[in-house]
């Protein structure tokens, strides 16, 4: 594998929860010393937002060509708790407060919600929050994944 580090350029860590674990730092920091530098990396985090990332991870990606940090939220307050048992909705919007206070300009938000039978009829709330939350320049998609069936 190691061989192949100087031709990587698309870093994709993914979840449950990415930032439960050192192995996004460690891993950026060997790909920086085979590259010399991270401008050329796109990195992109699949997160429940449960778990606010390191401050030296996100120093890391800064220095990458982009990154993308893709969120999933399903509903909004109680309905996202009860979707995402036995997350809490204030430390989602502590995770995402965060990351925006950052300021990053190589940082887009993404977020691809579950739109299940439990969700459905407040997919609006979730629209809501996300114009909210994100202005265009931060949002790259809010994009429903249908498991509700054919």
């Known amino acids: 594998m ?52 390191d401050e030296t991870l996100m120093s890391l990606a800064a220095e990458c060509a982009r990154i993308k940090f893709n969120i999933s939220v399903d509903g909004v307050g109680e309905r996202f708790e009860y979707h995402r048992y036995p997350l809490r909705w204030e430390r989602i919007n502590t995770t995402v407060d965060y990351v925006k206070s950052l300021q990053l300009k190589n940082l887009k938000f993404m977020n691809l919600a579950t739109l299940t039978p439990l969700n459905a009829w407040y997919y609006d709330e979730l629209e809501k929050w996300v114009k909210e939350k994100f202005n265009d320049l931060d949002l790259i998609t809010l994009k429903p994944n249908k498991s509700i069936g054919q």
């Open 2 to 53: 190691i061989e192949t580090l100087p031709d990587l350029i698309n870093v994709q860590f993914l979840g449950g929860e990415p930032f439960e674990s050192p192995i996004a730092l460690e891993f950026l920091k060997l790909l920086k010393s085979t590259h010399g530098s991270l401008r050329d990396v796109t990195v992109h985090f699949q997160t429940n937002g449960s778990i606010k990332p």
